[in-house]
């Protein structure tokens, strides 16, 4: 039996309600094949615990998380806590500290799922983007200068290392070489006269190495009309920390809404813990009643899965996912339905179990 050591950090509003699913699904799978077997252990850090503590995260903290196999994150942010505080003191911290440099977020249409655009086929919106997780414009360099008088100025500065660039770039090269994809740069070279040119030279010299790879590299303006207009240029995209932020909202709004955005915050290397973590927020407006959509967190345990070499049980959790969409009896209000949060994941789970019987 492989035994996988799980962090759970279910953080603020829906985070609880919808990471519990998550972790329902995963006893499921345990269930389903005796050889895989999770141990989860809870950690309370987060927004309440800063207003309880004045930290986002214990003293010990990041030394805690060393010790297990990965983190599965609920959401982060609460009113009364300024966001960059939620952000930098509890996920960036997490990202930055397990340097987590790659940023997984499918940008798939699945079955069952609405789309905002017209006369689009599935066919046409399935792509990964690859997101630089550590560094860009979200490395926290900069200053604040005569704050308060006349001549304030602040400095945000992007940072774009050799190594930080070449890395997710060649993650995203071997990727679409293993799945036989296209590969698509998103810049914006003309505006960003040193970051972006660096990038784009980067992205370049590295495909020298992969001649089989067919690459295309867009303007982050233009490839957000495309997104829009020619979803089915894109398979594997990778982009900076910013942009690719941006990007995967989009992506989420035209496969299905941020109630099916899962995201994977991956250390290739497995020196230190990779996060799984829904990336729809913690919409406190909702949090407690049931109306939250858990299935953003269960893909993002297909993910998991995925990373822990279970692709076959990854796969099925997802499937499980669109049948349960297709079916449409269980499904949360911002899908249409009226079922509560715990109802949909049971679904998910009957689901599984159906199609695990013909595995």
Same mark, same amino acid.
């Given at each position: 039996?492989?035994?996988?050591?799980?962090?759970?950090?279910?953080?603020?509003?829906?985070?609880?309600?919808?990471?519990?699913?998550?972790?329902?699904?995963?006893?499921?799978?345990?269930?389903?094949?005796?050889?895989?077997?999770?141990?989860?252990?809870?950690?309370?850090?987060?927004?309440?615990?800063?207003?309880?503590?004045?930290?986002?995260?214990?003293?010990?903290?990041?030394?805690?998380?060393?010790?297990?196999?990965? +983190?599965?994150?609920?959401?982060?942010?609460?009113?009364?806590?300024?966001?960059?505080?939620?952000?930098?003191?509890?996920?960036?911290?997490?990202?930055?500290?397990?340097?987590?440099?790659?940023?997984?977020?499918?940008?798939?249409?699945?079955?069952?799922? !609405?789309?905002?655009?017209?006369?689009?086929?599935?066919?046409?919106?399935?792509?990964?983007? +690859?997101?630089?997780? $550590?560094?860009?414009?979200?490395?926290?360099?900069?200053?604040?200068?005569?704050?308060?008088?006349?001549?304030?100025?602040?400095?945000?500065?992007?940072?774009?290392?050799?190594?930080?660039?070449?890395?997710?770039?060649?993650?995203?090269?071997?990727?679409?070489?293993?799945?036989?994809?296209?590969?698509?740069?998103?810049?914006?070279?003309?505006?960003?006269?040193?970051?972006?040119?660096?990038?784009?030279?980067?992205?370049?010299?590295?495909?020298?190495?992969?001649?089989?790879?067919?690459?295309?590299?867009?303007?982050?303006?233009?490839?957000?009309?495309?997104?829009?207009?020619?979803?089915?240029?894109?398979?594997?995209?990778?982009? $900076?920390?910013?942009?690719?932020?941006?990007?995967?909202?989009?992506?989420?709004?035209?496969?299905?809404?941020?109630?099916?955005?899962?995201?994977?915050?991956?250390?290739? !290397?497995?020196?230190?813990?990779?996060?799984?973590?829904?990336?729809?927020?913690?919409?406190?407006?909702?949090?407690?009643?049931?109306?939250?959509?858990?299935?953003?967190?269960?893909? $993002?345990? $297909?993910?998991?899965?995925?990373?822990?070499?279970?692709?076959?049980?990854?796969?099925?959790?997802?499937?499980?996912?669109?049948?349960?969409?297709?079916?449409?009896?269980?499904?949360?209000?911002?899908?249409?339905?009226?079922?509560?949060?715990?109802?949909?994941?049971?679904?998910?789970?009957?689901?599984?179990?159906?199609?695990?019987?013909?595995?």
């Amino acid at each position: 039996m492989k035994s996988h050591k799980i962090a759970v950090i279910a953080g603020d509003g829906i985070g609880p309600e919808v990471i519990s699913e998550g972790v329902k699904v995963l006893k499921a799978v345990s269930k389903l094949n005796p050889e895989i077997n999770f141990e989860f252990t809870d950690f309370p850090w987060g927004c309440e615990y800063y207003v309880k503590t004045g930290k986002m995260i214990a003293d010990d903290g990041m030394e805690t998380l060393k010790k297990f196999d990965a +983190i599965y994150l609920g959401a982060v942010g609460y009113p009364g806590v300024p966001d960059h505080i939620s952000l930098w003191g509890l996920l960036l911290k997490i990202r930055k500290g397990f340097d987590q440099y790659i940023n997984l977020r499918p940008v798939k249409l699945l079955n069952g799922a !609405e789309c905002p655009l017209k006369n689009v086929d599935r066919s046409q919106i399935d792509m990964v983007v +690859i997101r630089e997780n $550590s560094e860009g414009e979200y490395a926290g360099a900069g200053d604040w200068l005569f704050k308060g008088k006349p001549e304030e100025v602040v400095l945000q500065t992007g940072v774009f290392s050799r190594k930080g660039c070449e890395r997710v770039i060649r993650y995203a090269y071997e990727l679409a070489r293993k799945e036989g994809k296209t590969l698509t740069s998103i810049s914006k070279a003309n505006a960003l006269n040193y970051s972006m040119v660096f990038w784009d030279e980067v992205f370049e010299e590295i495909g020298k190495e992969y001649p089989d790879v067919k690459t295309y590299s867009y303007l982050v303006d233009a490839a957000c009309m495309f997104f829009v207009k020619q979803p089915e240029r894109f398979q594997i995209v990778v982009t $900076s920390n910013l942009f690719g932020d941006i990007v995967t909202d989009l992506g989420a709004a035209i496969a299905g809404g941020l109630g099916l955005a899962a995201g994977a915050n991956l250390n290739p !290397e497995r020196t230190f813990p990779s996060m799984f973590e829904p990336v729809h927020g913690s919409a406190p407006d909702i949090a407690g009643q049931g109306k939250a959509n858990p299935l953003a967190a269960i893909w $993002s345990v $297909s993910q998991m899965l995925d990373f822990f070499g279970y692709e076959n049980w990854g796969k099925a959790v997802l499937d499980a996912i669109e049948k349960v969409m297709v079916e449409k009896k269980f499904l949360t209000p911002d899908m249409g339905g009226t079922s509560k949060t715990n109802e949909v994941g049971d679904a998910v789970v009957k689901a599984l179990e159906e199609i695990a019987a013909n595995m």
